[in-house]
């Protein structure tokens, strides 16, 4: 499927995208904080079978009979996307159960370095002066939006959140390895693998129905949609760009509960938050305005 606009050439339309699925994923922190009753493994459980579920059925209207050979197209880079980011989202849960959210926060900063580092061994894929300026930055900021909060010792949490900033730049990674065909079926696969993960933490499967209608929006609208674009995305962004743009959710997730529920945020959030949007308009904006200056020399010749 081909969308106007969106093709190999046009960088700033998947930059948007980019954006625009942060936008989106920012939200997931609001929705988990309307949930009454349900754990973290019950909502893992429900969310991934929800996601996979819908994106099965996705991928079975548009192969039809060739559904089964759509799946086997993902290959080995398939299998450690959907692997990765299935459990990526498990390896979250013990974090956030084991450490603060501030330590969690600040070690998933760590994302855009560790897709780099992972990219260029895998792929070879270089990384700009201009993206490792913008990644720093941006770990300075996220650093001052959670230096009150963050705190040593809970090692086992802050190592969860350390494998799961790996797996999710694993996930990035692969999917940019895979490029050439539709990772649809891999992002499909990452629901059921963490709900079969979460099988072994779940104390009872009893679920309100208002908790789990949010466990499925969560998993249908935003995890199985924009995963599955985000997966597009990574075709034509480089992985430490595309995690560094990725960012924008830490900085609008607080906005989002600020908004609805009227937690008001700390003022290092805010300051940090605006650091974080400096790094990621910088590292969105200046090609684009690169490329503006070179179009105008070019009419003034």
Known sequence: MRVRGFDAGNRSSWVLLALFLAVVWSLSGLIFRMVEEADAAQLIFYRGIALSSFLVGLVAFRYRGGTI?????????????????????????????????????????????????????????RVGSRTLASCGLGLIGVTVMVWE????????????????AFLMAGYTVALRRGSQVDMMPAVALSGYIAALTAVTLIDSFAISWHDFLLAALQGVIISALCNTAFAYCARHIPAAELTLLSMLETVLSPFWVWLVIAETPEGATLIGGAVVLAAIGFEALWPLRQRLLRRARSVGR
Request: net charge positive; charged share 5%.
């Open 69 to 125: 050979r759509a799946f086997r197209a993902i290959g080995g880079a398939g299998l450690t996307a959907g692997a990765s980011l299935g459990i990526g989202s498990v390896f979250f849960l013990y974090a956030i159960m084991n450490t603060t959210i501030a330590n969690v926060s600040f070690i998933i900063a760590s994302t855009p370095f560790l897709a780099a580092a992972l990219a260029w061994v895998v792929m070879r894929e």
């Open 149 to 164: 909060g963050f705190a040593f010792g809970g090692w086992f949490g802050n190592l969860a959140a350390l494998g799961c």
